[in-house]
Nanobody, 116 residues
Framework: QVKLVESGGGLVQPGGSLRLSCTAS????????MTWYRQPPGKGREWVAT???????SYADTVKGRFIMSRDDAQNAVYLQMNNLNADDTAVYYC??????????WGQGTQVTVSS
């Protein structure tokens, strides 16, 4: 059974940092590109970053230069290092495959709140 588990969220002040983790099981992780998404309060889910199997990483313009995505295939995990956070980054963060191939079993997400 496919399972995605996100963790690492919390309350952080503007300008602060957090590192999110996502562990996956139930599918061949190393052969898949992976994506971080987020859903701000009252809004739809949006794309944040994708790490392709080639190692190439793409970021949304809103996070470029502040967020760093990485993966550890030995741990079946992806990470999102988030720096210089601002209020617009407040959202529930999820991981999954890229938008063209999302898995139906979304995780519970991890809440990130940026507030002073």
């Amino acid at each position: 059974q496919v399972k995605l588990v996100e963790s690492g969220g919390g309350l952080v002040q503007p300008g602060g940092s957090l590192r999110l983790s996502c562990t996956a099981s139930g599918f061949t992780f190393s052969g898949n590109s992976m994506t971080w998404y987020r859903q701000p309060p009252g809004k739809g889910r949006e794309w944040v970053a994708t790490i392709f199997t080639s190692g190439t990483i793409s970021y949304a313009d809103t996070v470029k230069g502040r967020f760093i995505m990485s993966r550890d295939d030995a741990q079946n995990a992806v990470y999102l290092q988030m720096n210089n956070l601002n209020a617009d980054d407040t959202a529930v963060y999820y991981c999954n495959r890229p938008p063209y191939a999302t898995l139906p079993n979304w995780g519970q997400g991890t809440q990130v709140t940026v507030s002073s």
